[in-house]
């Protein structure tokens, strides 16, 4: 990758292609973000079960990615910071958590820009490295594309850590343990079309496609799958052009 590209540029959230429209208010499960990214806090989250709060986490994460924008988006990826934040601090030893913390640190630098986003990218790194130290398979092996994503979005030496070669050794040990899963073979797939591999990459985004559904984050396959139909067309594109 080459280092005369911006932060801003090459850190992505996570694949977000598109942002949509959001209403005055999002509602959440801990708490309800303004349109400005102001957060009122649900008195009764802190009382809720470590994996209820993590469901939580992650459903709000969607709505934060896909549906604030600008100021209001920054802000709103700062109050799931604190809340990523304070379940690792209360469950240090807990590998799901910290791929979650690492996954907002991302998202959060791909929103936020500049060098605040590199600060954001190196701390979602060692994020994700811990979690793996404690258990490499959590969550089906996300922090291996989450990290992979980084290593391939990030800029290379010597401004941060990007490298293709380790991001497709990444990516390649997250199909590895989630062979069928819609992220892992989403992530791999964007990979392989950025490095100019369209079939391979068509493959993989079909067998994303194909995932069945997370009947706890219907929200977030919602979006997913509106990004996996985005970059088939691209993959299309390139492969007509081709032929």
Do not use: C
């Not at 896909?66 to 807990?94: M, R, T």
């Amino acid at each position: 990758m080459k280092a005369h590209q911006s932060i801003a540029k090459s850190i992505t959230k996570l694949g977000v292609a598109v942002l949509f429209a959001t209403s005055s208010l999002t509602t959440i499960s801990f708490g309800t973000f303004a349109a400005d990214g102001t957060f009122a806090a649900d008195a009764t989250f802190a009382t809720k079960s470590p994996e209820s709060q993590l469901l939580e986490l992650q459903q709000q994460w969607v709505k934060v990615n896909y549906q604030l924008e600008g100021d209001a988006q920054e802000a709103g990826f700062d109050s799931l910071l604190k809340q990523a934040q304070a379940l690792v601090k209360a469950n240090p030893e807990n590998a799901n958590n910290l791929v979650w913390l690492g996954i907002i640190e991302s998202s959060y630098a791909g929103a936020k820009g500049g060098l605040g986003a590199l600060s954001l990218a190196k701390d979602a790194k060692k994020s994700l490295e811990a979690s793996m130290k404690l258990d490499d398979s959590a969550l089906s092996g996300s922090a291996y594309t989450s990290l992979g994503t980084l290593y391939h979005k990030v800029p290379g030496w010597p401004i941060a850590f990007g490298d293709d070669d380790t991001a497709k050794k990444m990516l390649e040990k997250a199909i590895l343990i989630n062979p069928n899963g819609i992220d892992s073979n989403y992530f791999y797939g964007e990979f392989l079309f950025d490095d100019k591999e369209y079939a391979k990459a068509k493959e993989h985004l079909t067998l994303a496609l194909q995932a069945a559904p997370r009947l706890e984050r219907p929200l977030a396959d919602e979006f997913r799958r509106a990004e996996i139909n985005q970059l088939m067309e691209k993959v299309d594109k390139k492969m007509k052009r081709k032929g």
